[in-house]
């Protein structure tokens, strides 16, 4: 019935029906070059994020809160063809504590054979293989906390 009664209006006034395909036609037009647009922007941010930044994909998890499979998911993405080199990273709330000063922070446990680590070395050095006592802050958090290379903080998980 709708449609009956729309081709009869559109047929009884051709000015109307002209506006009418004109204006479909013009949003068609534009909306072409707009997705063009927004598909080379992704593109652009993608390229130059991989170009000037540390060039790192990361992976997450759509449901849960851990990889199940970490060592055999990080063994397939070595495979994939470009890829060169593979961290993996643990991320758990905690806390770090200088005197009387504390600071919420996200921790990360990062395992990077390779030397490619998720962050810059900016000051002192990278924790050695197995030293579970050294804990390497961020510029930002060391300012906040009021602490340089080689002091003494603490760490501990959060809640506690």
């Known amino acids: 019935m709708l449609s009956f009664l729309a081709w009869r209006e559109l047929r009884s006034s051709p000015l109307t029906a002209a506006v009418l395909v004109f204006a479909a036609s013009a949003g ?20 130059q994020g991989v170009k000037c930044g ?58 990077a054979p390779d030397g490619r680590w998720p962050f810059r070395l ?15 802050l961020g510029r930002a958090l060391a300012g906040r906390l009021g602490v340089g290379v080689g002091d003494q903080v603490a760490g501990r998980p959060w809640p506690q």
């Open 122 to 136: 900016v000051g002192g050095q990278a924790l050695a293989a197995g030293d579970k006592q050294g804990i390497l």
């Open 54 to 111: 540390f060039g790192d994909v990361r992976l997450y998890l759509r449901y849960g809160r851990r990889i199940e499979a970490a060592q055999e998911t990080a063994a397939r993405v070595r495979q994939v063809e470009g890829i060169t080199g593979v961290s993996s990273v643990l991320i758990l709330p905690g806390a770090i504590c200088k005197g009387d000063h504390s600071q919420s922070v996200t921790a990360l446990a990062v395992e």
């Open 28 to 47: 068609v037009g534009f909306q072409i070059p707009n997705t063009a647009n927004l598909l080379g922007y992704e593109a652009e941010m993608f390229q």
